[in-house]
């Protein structure tokens, strides 16, 4: 074996074995977080209204047609390729800046993403550490629920 195929496969038991640990941990109930003012969480602007939809429906599971229709006024064109996937990547990218950070967004198979009270609470800890950057411009996170559009 080379010395690149060994390292690789030792990235990939590491990360194996961090995931384990990660899931055994939330197992248990272990808060192992520990919020630290030096990291910078960025997320694009969709990203934030989906994160911002996510955050005021807590527990209640929101379709990917809804989401569609919540960030661009119109339901999918199911004829034109990629119109379902935009919003999937947009939760992939979404759920990768917050996992380290112990927030999960969950997956009601046939019903659609939401987040639990403890991961909408984690949110809400690492609303000040969040940027929406658009165009190179950043803002911060709002999370106010009277500054959010209601969904039915």
């Known amino acids: 074996m080379t010395p690149a195929q060994t390292i690789l496969k030792l990235k990939r038991e590491n990360r194996t074995l961090r995931d384990r ?14 919020p630290s003012q030096k990291v910078k969480l960025y997320l694009t602007r969709k990203q934030a209204e989906i994160l911002g939809l996510l955050v005021t429906h807590v527990n209640r599971a929101i379709p990917r047609d809804v989401i569609f229709n919540y960030l661009y006024g119109g339901l999918p ?12 990547a947009q939760i992939f ?16 198979y046939g019903q659609g993403w939401f987040l639990s009270h403890q ?13 929406i950057s658009h165009y190179r411009v950043k803002t911060r996170l709002n999370l106010e629920p009277e500054k ?3 969904y039915q």
């Not at 899931?23 to 520990?34: K, S, T, V, Y």
């Not at 199911?78 to 379902?84: E, K, V, W």
């Not at 991961?119 to 940027?131: D, N, V």
């Open 93 to 108: 990218n979404i759920r990768k800046v917050l996992k380290p950070h112990g927030a999960l967004i969950e997956l009601e």
């Open 21 to 34: 640990i990660e899931e055994l941990e939330r197992l248990a109930g272990l808060d192992l977080f520990i």
């Open 148 to 150: 959010r559009p209601h």
């Open 77 to 88: 064109d199911c004829d034109q390729p990629g119109t379902h996937g935009c919003i999937d």
């Open 119 to 131: 991961s909408a609470e984690r949110i809400r800890e690492l609303a000040p550490q969040l940027e």
